[in-house]
C-alpha cells in the first residue's frame, strides 16, 4: 500500500489567518507553529509582523500595559559543575583560579548588600552535581558537614531568608526530596527545560557532555515540581543548534506541563550568547527577528495569562521589538552584581530600563521573585512562613510595596 500523501504546506494566507483566529478562538496547533518559526528562520518578515500583533494583542489582554521585573542579587553558589555544555563559560574546573564555592558568611554578606539596595530576591545559581565529579570538592562537603551540594544550598537558602531576602533556586537538576528540603526556604523555583530535543545529546551537539540535559530528566523535575505545588520557572534556550520545529515542541511540552499542574508561573525565552573559549564560541546569536518570533510563538500556545519573560541584558539593542512581541517581565535585573552566567552581558540600569519600557508604551513594574497571583492567589504552594512573609511585604494584588522601579525607594 502507499504511504498517504504528505500534507500540503499551509500558504502564507492561511497562516495569516490562523494567527488572527489565535487571538480569540483558536490556539495555534504545532503544525501552524513549527511552519511559522521556520519562515522567520528564513528571513520571511512577511510573516512577523502579523505574528507579533497578534501576541502583543494577547498579552495585553492578559496582563494590561505593563512590564515586570525583579530587583535581585545573583549568587552562584559554586561554578563547579559535572556537565561540559558547548556553550557554558559559567563552569569551571576546580583548578582554575576562578573555581569558586561561596561561604554561607559570603552568602550573608551578599543578601545584606542586596538589601541595602532594594533588593528582593536572591537567586541561587550553581553547577550540576559537582560532588559527583570532584572529589576534593566532595571531600571539602564532607569536611563541613554536608552529603551533597543540595543540602549546602538548603543552609544558604535559609540564611538569605532570614536576613530579609526571598530565595528563588536555580540549581539543575534536583529530586523530589531535596525539593521538599528546599521548599520551606524558596518562595519559587526553577529549572530551564533549554529543549526537549533528544538529539542535541548526541556526539558533536550541544549536550553530548551533559548528561542532566537529557530531556527526560528535566521534564521529571519540573513535573514533580508541579506535583510539590512549587511556582516554577521553567524557559527555552533558543541558538544551541536546535531547530525551528524543537523550539516548538519544547513551548508544547511546557504547555502541557502547566495544563498537568498549574505551577509554572513564568516562562523564558533567552537567547543564547557566545562566550569565548567555549565550543560554541562562534556560532551566530539568534537574530532580533528570530528571538522575537519565538516569544510571540510562547505567547500564541501559553496562553494570555502566561508570564512570559525575555532577559533584557542579552538583546539590549532590541527591547522594544521584544515589547511588541507579547512579553510581560523582564525577569531579574540586579543593581549589585553581575550576571554570572553572562558577564559579558552587563544589566540595563534600571532608570534606563523604565525609561525604554515607558518609551515603548508600557509601565515598569517591580515585582517579587514569586508572581503576585500566587502569593494572593495561590496560598497551598507555599509554606505559612514562607506565605506571611510575602504577605507582609505585598501590597493586596501581590505586588511590594515600593514606588515604581528606577525611583527612589520607600524604605
Not at 537567586?123 to 543540595?150: H, N, V
Not at 511556582?231 to 506541563?257: K, M, Q, Y
Not at 525604554?356 to 496560598?379: H, I, K
Amino acid at each position: 500500500m502507499a504511504p498517504p500523501p504528505a500534507a500540503r504546506p499551509a500558504t502564507r494566507a492561511e497562516l495569516l489567518e490562523r494567527i488572527r483566529k489565535a487571538v480569540d478562538a483558536e490556539p495555534l496547533d504545532r503544525a501552524t507553529s513549527a511552519a511559522i518559526a521556520q519562515r522567520v528562520e528564513r528571513g520571511d518578515r512577511s510573516i512577523l509582523e502579523p505574528l507579533l500583533e497578534a501576541a502583543n494583542e494577547l498579552g495585553v489582554r492578559g496582563h494590561g500595559r505593563e512590564i515586570t521585573v525583579s530587583k535581585n542579587v545573583f549568587i552562584p553558589l559554586t561554578n563547579l559543575c559535572r556537565n561540559r555544555c558547548s556553550y557554558c563559560g559559567f563552569a569551571k574546573d576546580p583548578r582554575s583560579a576562578e573555581a569558586k564555592t561561596w561561604t554561607l558568611d559570603e552568602v550573608r554578606s551578599a543578601v545584606r548588600a542586596g538589601l541595602r539596595a532594594g533588593c528582593r530576591e536572591a537567586l541561587f545559581c550553581l553547577g550540576d552535581k559537582p560532588e559527583i565529579a570532584y572529589r576534593d570538592y566532595r571531600d571539602a562537603l564532607d569536611r563541613a558537614g554536608y552529603r551533597s551540594t543540595a543540602e549546602y544550598l538548603v543552609d544558604s537558602c535559609r540564611v538569605a531568608f532570614e536576613e530579609g531576602m526571598f530565595p528563588h533556586t536555580n540549581a539543575g537538576i534536583l529530586s523530589r526530596e531535596e525539593m521538599q528540603r528546599l521548599r520551606p526556604w524558596n518562595a519559587s523555583m526553577g529549572l530551564m527545560l533549554e529543549t526537549t530535543s533528544p538529539r542535541l545529546r548526541e556526539r558533536g551537539e550541544a549536550h553530548y557532555y551533559a548528561p542532566d540535559k537529557e530531556p527526560e530528566v528535566r521534564l521529571r523535575m519540573t513535573r514533580e515540581a508541579g506535583e510539590l505545588r512549587i511556582p516554577f520557572t521553567s524557559g527555552i534556550l533558543i541558538g544551541i543548534g536546535e531547530t525551528p520545529d524543537e523550539r516548538v515542541d519544547t513551548l508544547l511540552a511546557i504547555c502541557n506541563l502547566h495544563r498537568d499542574h498549574g505551577h509554572i508561573q513564568e516562562v523564558i525565552v533567552q537567547n543564547f550568547h557566545p562566550k569565548p573559549g567555549t565550543p560554541a564560541a562562534h556560532r551566530p546569536i539568534p537574530t532580533d527577528e528570530v528571538m522575537a518570533a519565538t516569544v510571540a510563538l510562547a505567547r500564541l500556545l501559553l496562553g494570555q495569562q502566561m508570564n512570559i519573560q525575555a532577559p533584557p541584558n542579552l538583546s539590549p539593542t532590541s527591547l522594544e521589538l521584544l515589547v511588541r512581541s507579547g512579553l510581560n517581565d523582564w525577569g531579574g535585573v540586579s543593581p549589585v552584581t553581575i550576571d554570572y552566567i553572562n558577564p559579558e552581558a552587563p544589566w540595563p540600569e534600571l532608570a534606563d530600563l523604565r525609561r525604554r519600557t515607558e518609551t515603548a508604551g508600557y509601565r515598569l513594574r517591580e515585582r517579587l521573585c514569586v508572581y503576585p497571583e500566587f502569593v494572593r492567589g495561590r496560598p497551598e504552594f507555599f509554606d505559612p512562613g514562607m506565605l506571611a512573609r510575602l504577605r507582609e511585604v505585598s501590597d493586596e494584588a501581590g505586588y511590594p510595596q515600593t514606588r515604581a522601579v528606577g525611583e527612589e525607594r520607600v524604605r
